[in-house]
Nanobody, 121 residues
Framework: QVQLVESGGGLVQAGASLRLSCAASGRPFSTYVMGWFRQAPGKERELVAAIGLSEDKTYYTDSVKGRFTISRDTAKNTVYLQMNSLKVEDTDEYYC??????????????WGQGTQVTVSS
């Protein structure tokens, strides 16, 4: 079992930045790929960014490329999502997840409780 706790969400204006953090505990953090998903009410959960066991393997959905950066600190058992130039359409609940395959949502096994990001115009 892996327990994940997100933090760092909030209300910001368009163009601002936020950094989400996800602290992991339980089974070794370093053995899982990590992802950030987002979901709006009534919509499917979307994989926003993911990072492999080493930082040289990352994935970003097209809408956040060049604005968001995912990173992981194995010593702190924490994964981060730096979000710059935020847009109103980035407003969502953001979830951290740990899994086995960087690109396959079905392979993410453990989930955090979510943190709300709201971007105002």
């Amino acid at each position: 079992q892996v327990q994940l706790v997100e933090s760092g969400g909030g209300l910001v204006q368009a163009g601002a930045s936020l950094r989400l953090s996800c602290a992991a505990s339980g089974r070794p953090f370093s053995t899982y790929v990590m992802g950030w998903f987002r979901q709006a009410p009534g919509k499917e959960r979307e994989l926003v960014a993911a990072i492999g066991l080493s930082e040289d393997k990352t994935y970003y959905t097209d809408s956040v490329k060049g604005r968001f950066t995912i990173s992981r600190d194995t010593a702190k058992n924490t994964v981060y999502l730096q979000m710059n130039s935020l847009k109103v359409e980035d407003t969502d609940e953001y979830y951290c997840a740990a899994g086995l395959n960087i690109r396959l949502p079905s392979q993410y096994l453990y989930w955090g409780q979510g943190t709300q990001v709201t971007v105002s115009s």
